[in-house]
């Protein structure tokens, strides 16, 4: 017995060792520690570089179900449908954390607090387990939930409001993407190493696509933005002119 119990404290000591080892911040309590100043997420992909992921790679997506093509809506020239947020209206999410501003996480035992430089887009998601809210209405960024798989942050978000999946109009203005009310969206964070996170996003929205899809990208740490923190991002009120320009009367 108690050699059994001399190697169960090897094996323990070990395991210690070999979480430090990889250098990663922890809390008291032993989960990785996500505090810290970001740059927003960033991932290859395609023909081409996604340095601002700003849009997802079509060659993710999951085959429409039939009427999905309604994630497809064409620009249609009324400007609070076309840019939104020109009417200070919020990206929402999951377009909002793809912008390419700062952000900053504060994270407590019970909760991750993610800043986004952007719209000063802030989500508050509860760590302790709690499940997700009822008899809430549809928002923009959905009601999220997260719990610990090992050293892998799972955060869970579901009860969105239809609205922009991300900024693919721009490039394409026959394909203003449009996630519907049945998103949801599961979000893998964990530490890749001592200065950069694994961000997984899945987007599973079961009224436009056969099966959930997923992206990869990566959010570098950038401890020498913290003395500067994030700028001040405010919205107009009232703005009848999009883009600052205005036309006719």
């Given at each position: 017995?108690?050699?059994?119990?001399?190697?169960?404290?090897?094996v323990a000591c070990v395991t210690v060792l070999s979480g430090q080892s990889k250098g990663i911040p922890r809390t008291t309590e032993g989960k990785?520690?996500?505090?810290?100043?970001?740059?927003?997420?960033?991932?290859?992909?395609?023909?081409?570089?996604?340095?601002?992921?700003?849009?997802?790679?079509?060659?993710?997506?999951?085959?429409?179900?039939p009427g999905g093509e309604a994630f497809y809506e064409p620009r249609n020239g009324d400007p609070r449908?076309?840019?939104?947020?020109?009417?200070?209206?919020?990206?929402?999410?999951?377009?909002?954390?793809?912008?390419?501003?700062?952000?900053?996480?504060?994270?407590?035992?019970?909760?991750?607090?993610?800043?986004?430089?952007?719209?000063?887009m802030t989500r508050v998601i509860p760590l302790d387990g709690r499940k997700h809210r009822e008899d809430i209405e549809p928002s923009f960024y959905g009601d999220p939930v997260g719990h610990w798989e090992?050293?892998?942050?799972?955060?869970?978000?579901?009860?969105?409001?239809?609205?922009?999946?991300?900024?693919?109009?721009?490039?394409?203005?026959?394909e203003y993407r449009m996630h519907s009310d049945a998103l949801k969206t599961i979000e893998r964070i964990a530490w890749k190493n001592a200065n950069t996170l694994s961000y997984n996003l899945?987007?599973?929205?079961?009224?436009?696509?056969?099966?959930?899809?997923?992206?990869?990208?990566t959010i570098a740490a950038k401890p020498e933005w913290e003395a500067a923190g994030l700028y001040e991002y405010v919205c107009e009120e009232n703005n009848r002119c999009a883009g600052g320009k205005c036309q006719g009367k």
């Open positions: 017995m108690k050699r059994l119990c001399l190697l169960f404290a090897f990785p520690n996500f505090s810290g100043t970001y740059e927003w997420p960033k991932s290859m992909g395609g023909e081409r570089c996604r340095c601002s992921a700003t849009i997802f790679d079509r060659k993710n997506f999951a085959p429409f179900k449908h076309d840019e939104p947020r020109d009417f200070c209206m919020p990206a929402g999410f999951p377009s909002g954390i793809l912008s390419a501003n700062a952000m900053q996480f504060f994270q407590t035992k019970d909760y991750l607090v993610m800043v986004h430089e952007f719209q000063r090992g050293d892998t942050l799972v955060i869970e978000t579901t009860n969105f409001k239809r609205w922009s999946l991300d900024d693919n109009f721009y490039g394409n203005p026959n899945t987007i599973d929205d079961l009224k436009i696509f056969t099966a959930a899809w997923s992206q990869e990208f």
